[in-house]
């Protein structure tokens, strides 16, 4: 249950596509309590997934406003309600972006042992289970962008 540094912005980590997890096993829970360690280790984290700790596989974690879990495998629908907000990324620290999503999120997953389990979101958590099932598939926030401010965040994470 140890706290790890979190990849950021450039690490080839964060552009690779996450394997579905196949074995739920200790190992797996180990995972899910270092990321849920991790988050707990900053104030206002309200998600990370496995690939910004470096690890290839689709299991992301959650916590905002008293709902906190894991999803491992998750899949999302999206209502096609869409609302903008600031949005920021743990591997880009100190960025805040406006950004379109879908308003609610119905997740469709496993936990760590394997059960399946649903999650329905609106509003932030929605936000965060959209951003961290990006992760999963090597996508970030600034791919999210349109091209002008896109080219803005590029610069201002690099900076
Ligand atoms: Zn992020």
């Known amino acids: 249950m140890t706290v790890q540094p979190i990849r950021l912005f450039g690490d080839p980590?964060?552009?690779t596509v996450a394997e579905p997890v196949?074995?739920?096993d200790r190992e797996l829970r180990g995972l899910v309590k270092s990321l849920m360690a991790t988050m707990r280790a900053g104030a206002g984290r309200a998600g990370l997934s496995a690939p910004q700790i470096g690890v290839p596989l689709r299991v992301l974690v959650y916590e905002f406003d008293g709902s906190s879990g894991h999803l491992v495998n998750p899949r999302l629908e999206l209502s096609e309600r869409r609302i903008v907000?600031?949005?920021a990324?743990?591997?880009?620290?100190g960025l805040w972006w406006p950004l379109e999503r879908s308003y609610m999120v119905t997740a469709r997953g496993r936990d760590m042992f394997g059960k399946p389990v649903t999650v329905r979101a609106l509003g932030v958590l929605a936000?965060?289970?959209q951003h961290?099932?990006?992760?999963?598939?090597?996508?970030?926030?600034a791919d999210r962008l349109p091209a002008e401010e896109r080219a803005r965040f590029l610069q201002a994470a690099s900076s």
């Open 127 to 129: 936000r965060v289970l």
């Open 13 to 15: 980590s964060l552009r």
């Open 132 to 141: 961290e099932a990006d992760h999963l598939d090597g996508v970030l926030l």
């Open 85 to 87: 907000a600031d949005e």
């Open 89 to 93: 990324c743990l591997s880009a620290p």
């Open 22 to 24: 196949t074995a739920f």
